[in-house]
């Protein structure tokens, strides 16, 4: 392996040291379809995968992270255009701005309970996405994070007190049926399901509409709205 200072190179790798001790995988260069992300460089540990680190690598159709890494930069795998399967391991607190925007061929990604924090465009114009499960833990749910996933039919979004969702979060949803808002969420901003024209129920928790939504939360989405709405009874409301 090639090293420096503070980076080191192998396998199609580059590594960078960070303040903490542990390494973050900086770039990937290799040409490899199926990617394993090694758990340790030269001993140490591999926390986190960096910045564009895998931007636009479109041969890639799988990625194994270790268990060790709890961090996702922006646009880490953005426009991995054939990249259908990823594990989010159990570690992961955050997920980044941009981090799998337009993966067009991600059809499903499970996201552990512990992230507290789906970022901006996180998984924009995923259009083969089709099923989402927001665990209890994510208190925000980012501006345009599922914009565009226009097959995506199933959300359910945990029971999270003080949960927010950003401007324009599920808009161009065009498969969406039906969805539960839990009565924890106590922000929503606007045209949040904008463009979600087979949205046809949309079941709050709320018995009204709390003063920290927008007057514009639901976009132009024509759905009925039903307040009240007790989740024991169920997320499946399509």
């Known amino acids: 392996c090639d090293t420096d200072e503070n980076t080191v190179e192998m396998d ?3 590594f960078k040291l960070l303040r903490d001790g542990t390494y973050k995988v900086a770039k990937y260069k290799g040409d490899a379809t199926e990617v394993i992300i090694p758990s340790t460089c030269d001993g ?3 926390t986190s995968i960096g910045d564009s680190a895998f931007r636009e690598r479109w041969k890639i159709t799988s990625i194994t992270l270790p ?10 795998f953005s426009n991995c255009r054939k990249l259908t399967s990823i594990n989010i391991p159990e570690g992961i607190t955050s997920i980044g701005e941009s981090a799998f925007e337009s993966c067009s061929e991600l059809t499903k990604i499970n996201i552990p309970d512990g992230v507290t924090d ?8 995923c259009h083969s996405l089709y099923d ?4 209890n833990s994510v208190s925000t749910i980012g501006e345009s994070a599922f914009k565009g996933c226009y097959n995506l039919k ?4 945990g029971n999270k007190v003080i949960m927010s969702i950003k401007d324009n979060a599920f808009s161009d949803c065009s498969s969406l049926t039906g969805i539960v808002i839990p009565i924890g969420v106590m922000s929503i901003g ?30 132009n989405c024509s759905a009925s709205i039903f307040w009240g709405y007790n989740v024991d009874w169920g997320n499946n409301v399509n």
């Open 154 to 157: 199933n959300v359910t979004i």
């Open 12 to 14: 199609g790798f580059k």
């Open 190 to 219: 606007k045209d949040v399901f904008n463009n979600c024209d087979s949205l046809g129920l949309i079941c709050c928790g709320t018995y009204a509409k709390p003063s920290g939504w927008d007057d514009k939360w639901n976009g």
């Open 118 to 125: 789906i970022g901006t465009k996180a998984f924009y114009e």
């Open 44 to 46: 140490i540990k591999v």
């Open 132 to 135: 989402i499960t927001i665990p």
């Open 67 to 76: 268990d060790e890494i709890t961090s996702i930069g922006f646009g880490a």
